[in-house]
């Protein structure tokens, strides 16, 4: 099992940064895969940024330039830096660890943002 815990999210003005930090705890070894996720209101869930093991990243098109994401396997913990937040950025943001096949979800952190 793999537990995970999302923090850093809050409401902030549209141009402004937050920083969120999902923790990983219990089985860490093996995990492949850490994605962040973000679900708006009323919209599916989308894809914002993974990193691999091996430090592969890939982006949504919507963040690339703005987003970065990061993994600090010392710490068991994945950032994700998000600059020049705009409204459409809002939702609620999960993290996502793959570990041989299982998926796990943090509880979600919701990132407001407004004009």
């Known amino acids: 099992q793999v537990q995970l815990v999302e923090s850093g999210g809050g409401l902030v003005q549209a141009g402004g940064s937050l920083r969120l930090s999902c923790a990983a705890s219990?089985?860490?070894?093996?995990?492949?895969?850490m994605i962040w996720y973000r679900q708006a209101p009323g919209k599916q869930r989308e894809l914002v940024a993974a990193i691999t093991s091996g430090g592969s990243i890939k982006y949504a098109d919507s963040v690339k330039g703005r987003f970065t994401i990061s993994r600090d396997n010392a710490k068991n913990t994945v950032y994700l830096q998000m600059n020049s937040l705009k409204p459409e950025d809002t939702g609620v943001y999960s993290c996502n660890a793959v570990r041989i096949g299982f998926t796990y979800w943090g509880q979600g952190t919701q990132v407001t943002v407004s004009s």
């Open positions: 219990g089985s860490i070894f093996s995990i492949d895969d």
